[in-house]
């Protein structure tokens, strides 16, 4: 097996701003085409290095076969050929079965790899989800094994990388349906020669962050930290994020990438000044009920004229 070329898939995420992107709906729960052709071309100009599509702010795994490959279909074609398309697999929340969980998740991988996606985002199996949490406050097991939930959530990453494309691991917070993944996990997860980066979610846990970073930056220094922060997107790139993969990018991209290059290119000045104003944003759309944030963007869109109301 051709395993991917770490240092190319570092250099390619460098700075990178991949908004993970929603999907617009008829009022009968359809795709609106013409708003999603609108959408895509109007973001086919903007400053980013790529998309995320069948993310947790595309709801991917609640989209139809058929509404998921008219969604990545119509970014491939939208992008030119160097942007990066990072496509999210996993399975539905109302999977309970394992064996059926894990089938629907290839099932996705081998869908998005014939549809031309270029990485794979890795919804968390939270049929396995564990009673460790990252912070080690509970130890039940010598430090270096797994448990059977932890092996079990290994064993899913590795039955989707034989997808052929590369994995980005996620690290999502439990109530937008994710998992804690413990240290070890961590370790054994970012030690899969398909994994290529990690995006972090964790909302409001700085200290998670904090601690998956330090861990990147020790040991597992070829592998690439992508924050999923939104609201607290500066401080994530001081912490020491390599990219963005977050849901706020799929609108006011400019000021996001503005940001991003500001920080890269040591402009301090410049990063205080737009970091006041994407928290701003964040601070508007990142709020209570949280699930919510996929409907503001949306209306932030039609604000901003790129989506009708209809389609909101």
Same mark, same amino acid.
């Given at each position: ?59 991917g795994l609640?989209?139809?076969?058929? *509404?998921?490959?008219?969604? =990545? ?17 996993g399975a ?16 996705? &991988?081998?869908?998005?790899?014939? =549809? ?33 939930n932890e ?49 972090? &979610? ?41 990219? &963005? ?38 601070? &508007? ?23 009708? *109301?209809?389609?909101?």
């Amino acid at each position: 097996m051709t395993y991917p070329d770490l240092s190319a898939w570092r250099a390619r995420l460098a700075g990178a701003l991949l908004p993970a992107v929603p999907v617009p709906f008829t009022e009968r729960g359809e795709i609106d085409g013409s708003a999603h052709a609108a959408y895509t071309t109007y973001m086919s100009a903007q400053p980013l290095a790529g998309v995320a599509v069948w993310a947790h702010t595309g709801r991917g795994l609640r989209l139809t076969r058929q *509404q998921r490959r008219e969604v =990545l279909t119509a970014w491939r074609s939208a992008l030119s050929k160097d942007k990066t398309v990072v496509a999210g697999v996993g399975a539905p929340p109302d999977i309970l079965d394992p064996k059926q969980h894990s089938e629907s998740a290839v099932g996705m &991988a081998a869908e998005a790899a014939s =549809l031309g996606a270029d990485a794979l985002l890795v919804h968390p199996p939270t049929i396995y989800r564990s009673r460790l949490r990252f912070n080690g406050q509970e130890h039940r097991l010598d430090p270096f094994d797994l448990d059977p939930n932890e092996a079990s959530t290994l064993r899913y990453h590795q039955q989707i990388a034989a997808a052929g494309l590369p994995l980005v691991v996620f690290y999502l917070y439990e109530a937008a349906g994710g998992i804690c993944y413990s240290p070890r996990l961590l370790r054994k997860l970012l030690s899969m020669p398909e994994v290529v980066a990690i995006k972090m &979610a964790t909302l409001d846990s700085v200290t998670t962050f904090q601690d998956v970073s330090r861990m990147i930056t020790r040991e597992f220094p070829e592998k690439t930290l992508i924050t999923g922060e939104d609201r607290f997107l500066g401080y994530s790139l001081m912490c020491g994020a390599q990219a &963005a993969l977050i849901g706020m990018g799929a609108v006011c991209v400019k000021l996001q990438h503005a940001l991003l290059h500001a920080f890269f290119n040591a402009d301090a000045v410049r990063f205080l000044q737009l970091s006041r104003l994407v928290d701003a944003l964040a601070q &508007a759309l990142f709020i209570h009920p949280m699930e919510g944030y996929i409907h503001r963007t949306l209306w932030a869109l039609a604000h901003l004229g790129v989506l009708p *109301q209809t389609a909101v």
